[in-house]
Nanobody, 112 residues
Framework: QVQLVESGGGLVQPGGSLRLSCAAS????????MGWYRQAPGKQRELVAQ???????TYADSVKGRFTISRDNAKKTVALQMNSLKPEDTAIYYC??????WGQGTQVTVSS
């Protein structure tokens, strides 16, 4: 069974940056689409960014130009670089592998 472990969350001021990382166990990491999702209090979980096995990326409109997703297949990791953070980016951020595997989440709070 795959394990996904997120790290890098925390408290940051508006305009600041954070880098989230997700480490995956298991095999065939390079063949899976990987994604970052987030869920704010009282809201549904939403896609933030995803990256295919071939390296193609997709971003939510709300984060385009500010967030960058990347993957390192040799290390079985996927990262989310978040710049120019806004209070509305506050949420629990989850890593997802394929369609069914989720990490436990990491809290990101953007506040002054």
């Amino acid at each position: 069974q795959v394990q996904l472990v997120e790290s890098g969350g925390g408290l940051v001021q508006p305009g600041g940056s954070l880098r989230l990382s997700c480490a995956a166990s298991g095999s065939s990491f390079s063949t899976y689409i990987m994604g970052w999702y987030r869920q704010a209090p009282g809201k549904q979980r939403e896609l933030v960014a995803q990256i295919t096995s071939g390296g193609s990326t997709t971003y939510a409109d709300s984060v385009k130009g500010r967030f960058t997703i990347s993957r390192d297949n040799a290390k079985k990791t996927v990262a989310l670089q978040m710049n120019s953070l806004k209070p509305e980016d506050t949420a629990i951020y989850y890593c997802r592998r394929g369609l069914t595997s989720w990490g436990q989440g990491t809290q990101v709070t953007v506040s002054s």
